[in-house]
């Protein structure tokens, strides 16, 4: 069982937003900035969308945003594409590991 | 362009022994930390390995250490994942990917290779 929970799936029509959870079963989101997203579609590597809670890297689009309350952390997607439809990891440096993965999240566009 | 090739992943029995390598292009290898981290068929990823640019740190998951081995050659460009007393549980895609943070590992994976295929099974 991972230290980071998420839902297992998610759906949001197109031009909507949706926002995907990660919930630390213990102290390592609560504790640190240091949470990460990834996004995978099916056959490919997982795609780094944000960093550092908030930060964007270079090339992802400005509809993805990140925030953080308390164990809690949030990936949002507004104006929801169809392309946007894969799986996405939240991720976070712990006090054992350098990087947990969550459990994903499947995002459907209805 | 950045690119990350890996190789090495074939079938192997239980017990067995692999090297999985990763070549580089496209970046100042020397310059960046780097990791592994697989993927089971139909489950998320985990991270398995960390080594630092210069190769003085390593890290290791719980369900890793002991039996694998990160290394790196920096005048190959190259990484590297020694991987011994496999079993069953190893089955998985194998990605090396690389650290945003450059000589200060930030443990975020910017880069990734399209993995290669570990089997491990009679």
């Known amino acids: 069982q991972s230290a980071l929970t998420q839902p297992a799936s998610v759906s949001g029509s197109p031009g909507q937003s949706i926002t995907i959870s990660c919930t630390a079963t213990s102290s390592d989101v609560g504790n640190y900035n240091y949470v990460s997203w990834y996004q995978q579609h099916p056959g490919k590597a997982p795609k780094l969308m944000i960093y550092d809670v908030t930060d964007r890297p270079s090339g992802v689009s400005n509809r993805f945003s990140g925030s953080k309350s308390g164990n809690t952390a949030s990936l949002t997607i507004s104006g929801l594409q169809a392309e946007d439809e894969a799986d996405y990891y939240c991720a976070s440096y712990t006090s054992s590991s350098p990087v947990v993965f969550g459990g994903g999240t499947k995002l459907t566009v209805l | 362009e950045v690119q990350l090739v890996e190789s090495g992943g074939v079938v192997v029995q239980p017990g067995g022994s692999l090297r999985l390598s990763c070549t580089t292009s496209g970046f100042t290898f020397d310059d960046y930390a780097m990791h592994w981290v697989r993927q089971a068929p139909g489950k998320g990823p985990e991270w398995v390995s960390l080594?630092?640019?210069?190769?003085?740190?390593?890290y290791y998951a719980d369900s890793v250490k002991g039996r694998f081995t990160i290394s790196r050659d920096n005048s190959r460009n190259s990484l590297f994942l020694q991987m011994n007393s496999l079993s069953a549980e190893d089955t998985a895609l194998y990605y090396c990917?690389?650290?945003?943070?450059?000589?200060?590992?930030?443990?975020?994976?910017?880069?990734w290779g399209q993995g290669t295929l570990v089997t491990v099974s009679s």
């Open positions: 990917a690389r650290d945003i943070g450059g000589l200060d590992s930030s443990n975020y994976l910017d880069y």
């Open positions: 080594m630092t640019w210069d190769g003085s740190s390593t």
